[in-house]
DNA sequence: CGGCGCAAACATACGCCGTAAGAAAAAGCG
DNA sequence: CGCTTTTTCTTACGGCGTATGTTTGCGCCG
């Protein structure tokens, strides 16, 4: 039933309205299911009536991804450590990333660069820039920071996914692979997938803050060493 | 002018061909300019004819990520320097993944363990296992690894696609910010935004290794320390 | 209080999409 | 040559995003 209201009535529809309903829509059937006509079923109005509120369907894409953009708190940096700071803003990211994990996909491909976004990423830098690094490697840090996060939630979402097309739910190896074939395999899979995802998370996050906080306490940069990348012409 | 055949012979069509051809359109006009009858037209073939050589679109798109990862060398990891070897391929999935930029939201959302992806990572185990991390570490070092390198590619590739809207080639601040508003965003980004882009991925790149080689060398794990992060429930 | 302007919502229509179902054509094979 | 098998074409259906034009009801002004 689709949410009628008796007609002649109006419904006082606001951006925020719509984009909290695509999300709501999203999270609950995935989101192949968002149409135009779709969501305007499920706010009990015609398609066409959306576009009074986002200018398209890309549009309101976006403003998916800066709905969960803004709902994670900016990373609060005090400048005895900014490895702290970072570790939270990190967690809080993950965190919102999970909650939705089919927005996911659309926070990838698209660079959610509107002000706000913007102003807590300049802050981030200042606090991190009192923290002793120049500018373009706190630039550095965030980006991969977040670039990592993302990375992470997007394949951890994918395998759930996988995971969930065969849909029984007894804790045994969820890839199942053959234990001859795959030993190393399957050895590293042995430990709960969910805290094996999460500890993997930690792992690497602190081997990058540590490798950050190496860099800046060197003035002389770390790069690569003995470098034989190949790269395109 | 759709590339026609004389009507009556035969095209040989090949699940390999479709593939290249869809990558080929996919990287010529961008993800939503792939449908069933576009790329028909694009091999002198009526759409429903695709259908004898993937079972959908979906499995279409599955095999465009196949391809991709199928290209990228496998890690060749000795002994001496494992990190040699992940720093290698690392670049080498950086480089396939920029040379099809619109097929990354795909990788992002699809899981590619298809069974010669998965003897690669075996292999890659055991060799990491070798150097002496323990085999669930191992296997953070890949996942790391490959999720750090995604998440930039992708980050990088949404980046250039918004820097092509406003379609003009002058170096000038391809994010036109104001530089009283964002002194240190204006000053990070004043590097050349290509270099910057790669130099972050090394940087990055680098302070990881450095950090695994950091968890690998000390047998207690250098875990996150005080820790305050939140979760959901 | 009455009418009117205007923004919001509706209705219709167009050309796409993925693909199910069946006809037709070509290729292999005795 | 006829028969089977495989590939290709044709037609059709429901759903999509959205351009375009009409209706509706609220708020304002006289």
Redesign the pocket.
């Known amino acids: 039933m689709p949410a009628r209201?008796t007609?002649?009535?109006?419904?006082?529809?606001t951006r925020q309205a719509v984009l909290e309903a695509a999300l709501a829509l999203v999270d609950r059937e995935g989101l192949q299911?968002?149409?135009?006509?779709?969501?305007?079923n499920e706010l009990?109005?015609?398609?066409?009536?959306?576009?009074?509120?986002v200018?398209?369907?890309?549009a309101?894409l976006d403003g998916l991804v800066e709905q969960i953009v803004l709902s994670v708190a900016p990373p609060q940096l005090d400048a005895s450590s900014w490895q702290a700071g970072m570790r939270d803003f990190a967690h809080a990211l993950l965190t919102a990333l999970r909650a939705h994990p089919d927005v996911i996909p659309l926070v990838v491909s698209r660079p959610a660069t509107t002000a706000p976004n913007l102003h807590v990423l300049e802050s981030t830098l200042r606090s991190l820039h009192e923290s002793g690094f120049p500018a373009h490697r706190a630039l550095d840090v965030v980006y991969s920071v977040t670039n990592f996060v993302v990375g992470h939630a997007a394949t951890m979402s994918a395998q759930n996914a996988t995971e969930q097309d065969t849909d029984d739910d007894q804790p045994g190896p969820l890839l199942d692979l053959d234990a001859d074939e795959f030993p190393f395999l399957t050895a590293a899979m042995r430990v709960e997938p969910r805290i094996g995802a999460q500890g993997r998370f930690d792992f690497a996050l602190e081997a990058m803050l540590a490798g950050f906080e190496a860099a800046r306490t060197s003035a002389s940069a770390p790069e690569p060493g003995p470098d034989r990348r190949r790269e395109q012409p």
């Open positions: 209201r007609r002649g009535q109006r419904a006082g529809l299911a968002l149409s135009m006509r779709r969501l305007g009990g109005v015609e398609a066409m009536t959306l576009y009074n509120h200018a398209n369907k890309e309101l």
